[in-house]
């Protein structure tokens, strides 16, 4: 099995800025793309960042020149730094990897179970 787990969301002013962290653990050889999503209410969950392993990484346009993606793959860790925050930003923001297993060597898709971010105007 594996697990994500977020930490970081919280209350802020617009404006102001959070981090988020995500870390990965569990039967894993190796992670590919990881990456964040956020899910406000009465809205489809969308793609805010994917940071493959390599450390390449792809934004949303909303989101580009406020937010920064990095990763530690000795840590099986990604950090969404968010700047500049707007309430428009606030939402639940779930963590995403593609997980090979270390038994199988099988790629499964995991998520966080989310944590939340709201902005205050």
């Known amino acids: 099995q594996v697990q994500l787990v977020e930490s970081g969301g919280g209350l802020v002013q617009a404006g102001g800025s959070l981090r988020l962290s995500c870390v990965a653990s569990?039967?894993?050889?190796?992670?590919?793309?990881m990456g964040w999503y956020r899910q406000a209410p009465g809205k489809q969950r969308e793609l805010v960042t994917i940071?493959?392993?390599?450390?390449?990484?792809n934004y949303a346009d909303s989101v580009k020149g406020r937010f920064t993606a990095s990763r530690d793959n000795a840590k099986n860790t990604v950090h969404l730094q968010m700047n500049s925050l707007k309430p428009e930003d606030a939402a639940v923001y779930y963590c995403?990897?593609?997980?090979?297993?270390?038994?199988?060597?099988?790629?499964?898709?995991?998520w966080g179970q989310g944590t939340q971010v709201t902005v205050s105007s």
């Open positions: 569990g039967s894993i050889f190796s992670i590919n793309a």
């Open positions: 995403k990897a593609a997980v090979k297993h270390i038994r199988c060597g099988n790629i499964y898709q995991y």
């Open positions: 940071v493959t392993s390599g450390g390449t990484t």
